[in-house]
């Protein structure tokens, strides 16, 4: 066990979809309950419909608050027309976390084979804040959190990991 200690983030969660609701919205609540059971704090949660300039003005709003240090979001990361979350998010980029999206192809993969080729899965960091764009499908989320989001969000993590480098995110 490392004798670094845990240190719970701020993390909103954007649920990209025409058709969920609250009462619908399975990855939503998966990622909210991961990001609790593993220590962080929800700091807010919004559900919109598949529209660019609506995801990218919320992730916008989160990247501008200082108290958001990472912000998830599930869905929109398909081919279909109506998916956009990737051309909403990636202009707000300063630089893209290339090794997410393949990463989490490959670990995919073990669960959908090659249709693991559909997905757009991004992350980046935007204005100090880190953006994890999660495909829509709970299982998706639970991969992308559980073997991927979660290890580096841990300050406990080593070799390294992505709260230590927090504090150098804004240098220029």
Same mark, same amino acid.
């Given at each position: 066990?490392?004798?670094?200690?845990?240190?719970?983030?701020?993390?909103?969660? $954007?649920? !990209?979809?025409?058709?969920?609701?609250?009462?619908?919205?399975?990855?939503? =609540?998966?990622? #909210?309950?991961? /990001?609790?059971?593993?220590? @962080?704090?929800?700091?807010?949660?919004? #559900?919109?419909?598949?529209?660019?300039?609506?995801?990218? *003005?919320?992730?916008? @709003?989160?990247?501008?608050?200082? *108290?958001?240090?990472? !912000? $998830?979001?599930?869905?929109?990361?398909?081919?279909?027309?109506?998916?956009?979350?990737?051309?909403?998010? =990636?202009?707000?980029?300063?630089?893209?976390?290339?090794?997410?999206?393949?990463?989490?192809?490959?670990?995919?993969?073990?669960?959908?084979?090659?249709?693991?080729?559909?997905?757009?899965?991004? +992350?980046?960091? +935007?204005?100090?804040?880190?953006?994890?764009?999660?495909?829509?499908?709970?299982? *998706?989320? *639970?991969?992308?959190?559980?073997? /991927? #989001?979660?290890?580096?969000?841990?300050?406990?993590?080593?070799?390294?990991?992505?709260?230590? $480098?927090?504090?150098? $995110? /804004?240098?220029?």
């Amino acid at each position: 066990m490392s004798d670094r200690k845990f240190i719970p983030l701020n993390i909103a969660v $954007l649920t !990209v979809s025409d058709s969920r609701d609250e009462t619908t919205d399975k990855s939503g =609540k998966l990622l #909210i309950d991961r /990001l609790q059971e593993a220590g @962080h704090r929800l700091q807010e949660k919004q #559900i919109i419909p598949d529209d660019v300039y609506r995801i990218r *003005a919320a992730v916008s @709003h989160w990247i501008g608050d200082d *108290a958001t240090q990472v !912000v $998830l979001t599930t869905g929109g990361t398909g081919i279909t027309g109506r998916d956009g979350t990737p051309e909403a998010v =990636k202009p707000l980029f300063d630089k893209e976390i290339n090794g997410f999206g393949e990463m989490f192809r490959v670990l995919s993969y073990d669960s959908v084979g090659p249709s693991t080729l559909q997905s757009r899965a991004v +992350a980046g960091v +935007a204005n100090g804040t880190y953006v994890f764009c999660l495909p829509g499908s709970s299982g *998706a989320c *639970a991969d992308g959190w559980d073997k /991927l #989001i979660s290890p580096q969000l841990d300050f406990r993590t080593r070799p390294c990991n992505l709260v230590e $480098l927090m504090p150098r $995110l /804004l240098d220029k």
